[in-house]
């Protein structure tokens, strides 16, 4: 057997490779995050085991891993489906919120009918505000040419006031009955239903990976998905060959509003059950995060998505066993979530050492 | 290279088997054959630990169980709305004899939990679950805030006093309408400057809506928003008048300047769930803290607030403890409120 035949299945076979970076980043996060709870006093590996205990050690715990994951896995797709096109969607959190809005109107106004149907109805319609949540940029960037980033970000700030003004005291959506700054629960037929007892986990789940196979299929073996991607890695070249830029930037932009949208819907009809203004704990910012460790292809972003997952259900546990406080949680989470962004860097760094070696410059 | 990998690998390896042992290991360790202690349990709301107010009280209620009751309290601090659920069922599974919950905002959570775990008992502190293994707390807000009200309308030299709410919840209406009535109370033709925030967590919005108050003439300012409230003793600070806290006695935040601070006291009512389970006598239902059960008072602390005017506050208190004086709760009967003749 050749010498070099390891580290050539590394680089020659790219989703070894990607999973080689993007394991390369986690664990770099976790050795520097140990000597950080080291230093702060904790017992590093107690803390660990309690993070992985808490994601996987019991049936609800697990439940939860899946519960979380779910959110981050639409809009992780949101985020690389936009940026296969070259587009920087950091709008996502926006169109999670309209998503939910959409979704927990439909979800009360209408009372108990035909659950699939109702369930339909709801994520069309949180898919189709969210949608619109992505077209608008889309739509900006272009005809005048505004950079997505900033229009996206102001969507941002308007749909979180929006949902806030929804729902508090004098707010349309406000619950009449209940004190809470909530709209009403939406009628049994809306909520997504529970696939075990005792845990929260529904199947959106499901959907999600569905979803994932069909954005895959999407990118990479549909014409609509080539010609995206064909924009994303350069434009001019694209139009060039006759693709429009502008009509495929809309597109995109639409698509990626409206899985944020979904992402949304799922988490009002599957968790809450009800629309609160910052329902959405920042699943759209993390989608980057998603989106980038899972090396923006589908198939990586269910992977990736569900380390989070186990990142957000496993530090309720970190907590509980160890107190590790809440803030030193954030720390935690972050610190991965930067080393994940750290991948591509990393990988650089592997080719780049392998190449020397292979032409002999290392011993 | 090679060599390197494998070493890398190596470590690897004994770290994740040593990790494992360790963890075993110190399960055993950490408990050993002492005496078992009854756990009991609290989740905050996302302002959490430090917040200075209700998080921090009942925090301090579960410290003072410690003492009086020998049972080991616990916290998980809540960062998101979906963590609510999961914070819960965590102690829960954990074996914690009460779970409290703070804050409304957190209601659906613990009917969701109580609902799933009927063996364990529950706290919800200011918000209604209709189980028989949860204890709803709620606190006569009104009441307090009448005092407070009559002392702010006794003080200003302008006749003119102000609030500032964080959000507008049916418990910040609920200070605002006794607030008020103390202070028709106090002086039939005060006026009384109203303002929301929309927020509890912006500290110079808070600023920002207590200064126009203060340049209007108001000489007190009652603040009932939370972290957004610190900016408001901050603006009374740089205007050097006078601003009252609320939920615990925030004097120490600014002593020259913070009058009174209306007490909210959930480290009692978080007291008393814990002794009931104790006890072994847990009731379901609701509880409601006023005046009476010794949960809501007005603070003194820095002796700003001249002596016949305290006089004057603890009469009316022994009047609404009496039931003479009824303070509005609620908008509705803020409206059909009359002085009454004293």
């Not at chain 1, 950080?36 to 439940?63: D, E, M």
């Not at chain 2, 003439?217 to 806290?245: D, M, R, S, Y």
């Not at chain 2, 607030?305 to 022994?318: E, G, S, T």
């Amino acid at each position: 057997m050749n010498k070099n035949s390891l580290y050539n299945i590394f680089i020659e076979n790219d989703s070894v490779f990607a999973f080689v970076k993007a394991f390369l980043a986690v664990l770099s996060a976790f050795i520097l995050v140990y000597f950080i709870l080291l230093v702060t006093g904790y017992r590093p590996l107690p803390v660990y085991s309690a993070l992985f205990q808490g994601a996987f050690g019991s049936r609800r715990g697990f439940g939860e891993t899946l519960l979380s994951t779910t959110p981050l896995l639409f809009s992780g797709l949101g985020f690389a489906l936009a940026y296969r096109c070259g587009l920087f969607n950091i709008g996502l959190e926006g169109q999670i919120t309209m998503g939910g809005i959409a979704a927990a109107f439909f979800g009360f106004i209408i009372p108990e009918i035909n659950p699939f149907i109702h369930v339909l109805i709801c994520i069309s319609a949180g898919a189709l505000a969210g949608g619109m949540w992505g077209f608008i940029p889309g739509y900006l960037k272009a005809k005048f040419g505004v950079h997505e980033v900033i229009s996206v970000i102001m969507l941002n700030h308007i749909a979180f006031k929006f949902a806030a003004y929804l729902v508090s005291m004098q707010g349309p959506m406000k619950d009449k009955i209940d004190d809470m700054p909530a709209s009403p629960v939406i009628s049994e037929s809306a909520k997504i239903v529970r696939i075990v007892s005792r845990t929260r986990l529904h199947w959106g789940i499901f959907l999600g990976i569905v979803i994932a196979v069909l954005v895959w299929f999407l990118l990479f073996r549909l014409r609509l998905g080539f010609k995206i991607r064909a924009v994303g890695k350069n434009p001019y070249a694209a139009e060039a060959a006759g693709i429009s830029i502008k009509k495929h930037i809309i597109i995109t932009l639409s698509l990626s509003g409206a899985l944020g949208g979904l992402a949304g819907a799922v988490e009002i009809l599957g968790v809450h059950y009800r629309l609160f203004a910052a329902f959405s704990p920042g699943y759209g910012f993390d989608a980057i995060a998603v989106a980038l460790l899972g090396m923006v292809n589908p198939i990586g972003i269910i992977a990736s998505s569900f380390l989070f997952g186990i990142l957000r259900s496993g530090s309720v546990f970190m907590q509980a066993m160890y107190g590790v406080n809440k803030d030193m949680v954030s720390v935690i989470t972050a610190i991965i979530v930067f080393f994940m962004g750290m991948s591509i860097p990393i990988g650089i760094l592997i080719k780049d050492r392998i190449k020397r070696k292979n032409h002999g410059l290392d011993v | 290279m090679k060599k390197m990998l494998k070493a890398v690998l190596l470590v690897l390896l004994i770290t994740i088997v040593a990790s494992g042992l360790w963890a075993g290991g110190a399960k055993d360790a950490d408990t050993p054959a002492a005496e078992k202690k009854l756990v009991m349990a609290m989740v905050t709301n996302q302002s959490g630990l430090g917040d200075q107010s209700f998080n921090d009280a009942a925090w301090e209620g579960l410290g003072q169980a410690e003492v009086k009751y020998g049972i080991e309290r616990k916290v998980l601090e809540s960062r998101e709305q979906a963590q609510y659920v999961p914070n819960l069922s965590t102690l829960a599974e954990q074996g914690a004899s009460l779970v409290v919950g703070v804050g409304f905002m957190i209601k659906d959570a613990v009917a969701e939990t109580a609902e799933m775990y009927p063996d364990i008992y529950f706290g919800m502190v200011d918000g209604s679950v209709e189980l028989p293994n949860v204890a709803s707390i709620h606190f006569k807000e009104n009441e307090g805030a009448f005092l407070v009200g009559a002392i702010a309308a006794k003080v200003t030299t302008t006749g003119k006093i102000g609030f500032v709410g964080g959000m507008s919840t049916p418990v910040t209406n609920r200070f605002e309408a006794g607030y008020r009535a103390g202070a028709m109370t106090a002086d039939p033709n005060v006026e009384v400057f109203v303002s929301y925030a929309g927020t509890f967590a912006d500290a110079a919005k808070g600023e920002e809506m207590a200064n126009p108050q203060y340049e209007q003439g108001a000489e007190v300012v009652f603040q009932v928003a939370g972290q957004t409230g610190l900016g408001v003793i901050n603006a009374a600070k740089k205007k050097g008048l006078f601003v009252i806290g609320v939920d615990r006695d925030q004097n120490y935040l600014a002593p020259e300047n913070v009058l009174s601070s209306m007490i909210k006291r959930v480290d009692i009512a978080v007291l008393n769930a814990v002794g009931m389970v104790v006890d072994g006598n847990f009731k379901g239902g609701h509880y409601y803290y006023g005046i009476n059960e010794g949960a809501i008072d007005f603070a003194t602390t820095g002796n700003l607030i001249p002596k016949d005017i305290v006089d004057y506050a603890n009469m009316l208190k022994k009047k609404i403890v009496s039931g003479e004086i009824k303070p509005p709760a609620t908008y509705e009967e803020l409206e059909s409120f009359t002085p009454p003749a004293l």
